[in-house]
């Protein structure tokens, strides 16, 4: 089955900086990963999520790169704030019906002021 | 826009008892997903359902079942709780199963 990796498991940046954070997969049939934002006592958030037939997207301050070959995708987070602090995951699933999404273990992101 | 319900937002039960969690997708989406998630941990896959047809299955203890009803809204029966059940149960649906999947709140269970 797929497995999920997510590095750094914590990331403190001061406001202004850039967050990136990493994750690979492992089942090569997985082609599409969303990320999601959950902050405490919440629910996850879908923020950004790419198909395997692209290899960036952009929305606003936040951008996800997919790099297929070596099972990679990473997010991007520009310009942070204070509100941007919460545990982001990164999922794949195979996008052939009733998607099942296999999570990373998450990365506390704080960001100070 | 309207979001998924989940009911109740907290619960505390007693080991051996019952509980059962609801959860109402967004309005026309009828493709609905459970998950677990545990203190510090990644939420993980128990089960889905596609036109109230079960569609997809995760690590869900036997003890536990879920439905999905006409109205697309489901429910997760657990029984013979235990001290490690203890975490929050996500819901989440999306329309068909080749598009995004958007989370509820979440229920919060606590087995004592």
């Known amino acids: 089955g797929e497995n999920v990796e997510q590095h750094p498991s914590t990331l403190s940046v001061q406001e202004g900086d850039s967050a990136v954070i990493k994750c690979t997969y492992s089942?090569?049939?997985?082609?599409?990963f969303p990320w999601y934002k959950q902050e405490l006592g919440k629910g996850p958030q879908l923020i950004i999520d790419?198909?395997?037939?692209?290899g960036e997207k952009k929305d606003q301050r936040i951008a996800v790169t997919l790099n297929k070959t070596a099972k990679h995708f990473s997010l991007h987070i520009t310009e942070t704030q204070p509100e941007d602090s919460a545990v982001y995951f990164c999922a794949a699933s195979r996008d052939t019906g009733f998607q099942k999404l296999v999570f990373g273990t998450g990365t506390r992101l704080l960001v100070s002021p | 826009a309207a979001g998924v319900i989940q009911s109740p937002r907290h619960l505390i039960k007693e080991k051996r008892e019952t509980a059962t969690l609801k959860c109402y997708p967004i309005p026309r989406h009828d493709t609905v997903y459970w998950y677990q998630q545990g203190p510090g941990q990644d939420p993980q896959f128990l089960i889905s359902?596609?036109?109230?047809?079960?569609?997809d299955k995760g690590s869900i203890p036997d003890r536990f079942s879920a439905q999905q009803f006409s109205d697309y809204h489901s429910e997760l029966n657990m029984s013979s709780l235990e001290l490690g059940d203890s975490a929050l149960y996500f819901c989440?649906?999306?329309?068909?199963?080749?598009?995004?999947?958007?989370f509820g709140q979440g229920t919060r269970l606590t087995v004592v």
């Open positions: 359902f596609y036109e109230k047809m079960q569609s």
């Open positions: 089942d090569s049939a997985s082609n599409y």
């Open positions: 989440a649906s999306s329309f068909g199963g080749n598009t995004e999947a958007f």
């Open positions: 790419i198909r395997s037939n692209v």
